[in-house]
């Protein structure tokens, strides 16, 4: 009975904070704190009860938890709830960057905190809910119900040095390519149940039922794209992120955080959970040209990192480049590389979520995000500079850190099966170094560009210290200790991999 609960704690609480913004300005962000907190508690609690190891038995899935309701019984829809090592994995990193989120807006928010409390809560109520809906037609109604309030938190709280149309402008970018690709995706969705229908007689959004759909090879094909379509302007993949440096550059840094943290874990997630599992031939044939993508998105987004100015939008441009190596990670079939994709996501939320905290930081002193107006910022401030550098280089996958951990998992899995691929995209990790260098150099060395980077600035509060510092131990301690997320996900990611690598072997270039 836990799991719905922990859909259901975000919604009702973004609605008390709407409803209590009369009561004092304070009053919403103390019930958004505690809102998440018990969110946090909850996934934790799951995590404890354990039973993650379960042996998987002839590729069937295996849940620790499951809840099912009748919902429209007429089309075999259900509110059917589910969660394995994975799942929770993601749910309880949601909980954590929710509760540094609502944290990092303490004091940037000056307008409507009860409304912007409401989509906050309503955008992690909703990927919580993606993912543990295992029921096709609920989770496309959780894909799709997040984006609203996201909409509404660039539209409304975004940059604040840019005009109105320019935050519209990115929030609606963001809506058409997330809402498009998500039509694309509801129409795969109704031609699977569609041909499931026509073989067996029964309707049906199961996702366990749907697993066994008989259909041909050409058929598989097209509905694989079309999933594979919605998941790649999520995650995203170049050429389909267009959307993403702008939706960065205009979102509060509670926005970002969410983003880049969270959000784009969502695509990752549904490949894993949905694409290769419904179509284990057809992904295994495009296996091919997703891995290529993922090399280029890891060129593409650390070349594109490398020369901005706006400090906001290169730490966006990584997330391109760092979510190329899970890509390339989910179409290896390599065990030892799902591991290392499920440890590089939890690092990668953890690691950007950092940047773009210290990101909003920055902006609250200096009033810019422009790298040509700072400079020297090294001795002006205290901790942030030395706080910046430990995040940035962590970015690159420096040994101790929960990335490095990730990325050698990813690499050394992937080189087992696919070598040239994984060869060229290790030369992407020298290209993070130039990018994270140069956005240290620009920032924080050198001579002060600019009257305010000059003078002395105020330090960080005890509540930024305590999010930064967070953040920082946890990424420690995932580079030293991974075993505990190693062993949650290990049965979970066993069972996708019986799935598609039977087919992939056939299949590989």
């Not at 404890?48 to 007429?74: D, K, N």
């Not at 037609?137 to 997040?146: A, G, I, Y």
């Not at 500079?385 to 990335?403: K, R």
Request: contains cysteine; aromatic residues 14%; neutral net charge.
């Amino acid at each position: 009975m836990l799991l719905p609960w922990l859909i259901l704690i975000p919604f009702i609480g973004g609605f008390l904070c709407w409803q209590t913004e009369r009561f004092g300005v304070k009053v919403p962000r103390w019930i958004a704190l505690i809102t998440m907190g018990l969110t946090l508690a909850l996934g934790l609690q799951l995590w404890l009860q354990g039973g993650y190891s379960l042996t998987q038995s002839a590729g069937i899935p295996q849940w620790q938890s499951e809840f099912v309701l009748p919902w429209i019984p007429r089309f075999g829809i259900s509110i059917h709830l589910a969660l394995d090592g994975l799942s929770l994995l993601m749910v309880v990193l949601t909980g954590l960057l929710g509760v540094l989120a609502v944290l990092c807006s303490w004091r940037e928010i000056e307008k409507y905190q009860g409304f912007f409390h409401l989509n906050l809560m309503w955008i992690l109520g909703g990927v919580i809910g993606v993912f543990l809906a295992i029921d096709m037609f609920l989770f496309f109604f959780f894909w799709e119900m997040m984006l609203v309030p996201m909409y509404f938190l660039i539209a409304l709280w975004g940059h604040k040095a840019s005009d109105g149309k320019t935050r519209i402008t990115a929030a609606t970018k963001f809506f058409i390519y997330t809402q498009a690709s998500g039509l694309v995706m509801l129409i795969a969705i109704l031609a699977l149940v569609f041909v499931h229908y026509n073989a067996t007689g029964v309707w049906t959004f199961n996702y366990e039922e749907l697993l066994n759909t008989p259909m041909s090879h050409g058929v598989e094909y097209l509905l694989m794209l079309g999933f594979f379509i919605a998941f790649a302007v999520k995650m995203p993949v170049v050429p389909l992120h267009g959307w993403l440096p702008d939706a960065h550059s205009q979102a509060p840094t509670a926005g970002s955080v969410d983003l880049a943290g969270i959000l784009l874990k969502t695509a990752a997630y549904g490949l894993l959970r949905f694409s290769l599992p419904l179509f284990p031939n057809a992904s295994a044939e495009f296996a091919p040209i997703a891995m290529w993508l993922g090399v280029i998105g890891i060129f593409y987004g650390a070349w594109m990192a490398f020369t901005q100015y706006d400090i906001k939008r290169l730490i966006a441009y990584t997330s391109v480049s760092h979510m190329g190596f899970v890509l390339i990670a989910i179409y290896t079939g390599s065990q030892l590389a799902y591991q290392g994709a499920v440890i590089q996501m939890i690092a990668h939320g953890l690691s950007a979520a950092g940047l773009f905290i210290l990101c909003g930081q920055l902006y609250e002193r200096l009033h810019t995000r422009d790298m040509r107006m700072m400079g020297g910022l090294w001795g002006k401030m205290k901790w942030l500079p030395a706080l910046s550098m430990f995040f940035a280089v962590a970015t690159l996958g420096m040994p101790g850190t929960g990335n490095f951990v990730g990325e050698f998992m990813i690499l050394f899995g992937s080189y087992q099966v696919v070598p040239v691929i994984t060869v060229i995209s290790t030369f992407g990790l020298v290209f993070a170094s130039v990018y994270s260098l140069a956005m240290l150099h620009r920032a924080y060395f050198g001579k002060a560009k600019s009257q305010i980077a000059s003078v002395e600035l105020p330090g960080m509060s005890l509540r930024e210290l305590f999010i930064i510092l967070l953040l920082v131990v946890l990424l420690v301690l995932l580079g030293f200790y991974p075993q505990p997320i190693l062993d949650t996900s290990h049965s979970a990611m066993s069972n996708i991999q019986q799935w598609f690598v039977n087919s992939v072997t056939t299949t590989r270039p």
